[in-house]
C-alpha cells in the first residue's frame, strides 16, 4: 500500500508564498518515484478539481495557465517527496491542494489535502 501526506498550507495575505510538501510511504517507494506521474491538483469550494501543476514519467514538467511562472513543482526522489512552491499568492488560489501520483499497472494515490487560504 502507498501513503501520501500533504502538509505545508495555511492562511497567507495576498502576494505572500508557501511551500507544499507530499511525502509518500509504502513499499512500493523503493523505486523512488521512477517512471510515476506526480502532480498538484487543487480544488476550491464549488468547482472542480483541476490540475495546477505536475512531473510527468518523462520528466515533463507541465503547470496551468493560471499559476505558470509563480509556482514551481519539484522531486526529490531519494527523500519519496514531491513539493510545490507557491509565490505571488492570490485569493483565487485559495482551495484544498491535493497530491497524487500515478503509475500504469502500480496504481493511482491522493493524498487527504491541505488547505491553502489567500486572505487580508
Known amino acids: 500500500q502507498v501513503q501520501l501526506a500533504e502538509s505545508g498550507g495555511g492562511l497567507v495575505q495576498p502576494g505572500g508564498s508557501l511551500r507544499l510538501s507530499c511525502a509518500a510511504s509504502?513499499?512500493?517507494?523503493?523505486?523512488?518515484?521512477?517512471?510515476?506521474?506526480t502532480g498538484w491538483y487543487r480544488q476550491a469550494p464549488g468547482k472542480q478539481r483541476e490540475l495546477v501543476a505536475a512531473?510527468?514519467?518523462?520528466?515533463?514538467?507541465e503547470y496551468a495557465d493560471s499559476v505558470r511562472g509563480r509556482f514551481t513543482i519539484s522531486r526529490q526522489n531519494a527523500k519519496n517527496t514531491v513539493d510545490l512552491q507557491i509565490n505571488s499568492l492570490k485569493p483565487e488560489d485559495t482551495a484544498l491542494y491535493y497530491c497524487?501520483?500515478?503509475?500504469?499497472?502500480?496504481?493511482?494515490?491522493w493524498g487527504q489535502g491541505t488547505q491553502v487560504t489567500v486572505s487580508s
Open positions: 512531473i510527468f514519467s518523462s520528466g515533463r514538467i
Open positions: 509504502g513499499r512500493i517507494f523503493s523505486i523512488k518515484f521512477m517512471g510515476w506521474f
Open positions: 497524487n501520483i500515478q503509475k500504469t499497472g502500480d496504481g493511482d494515490y
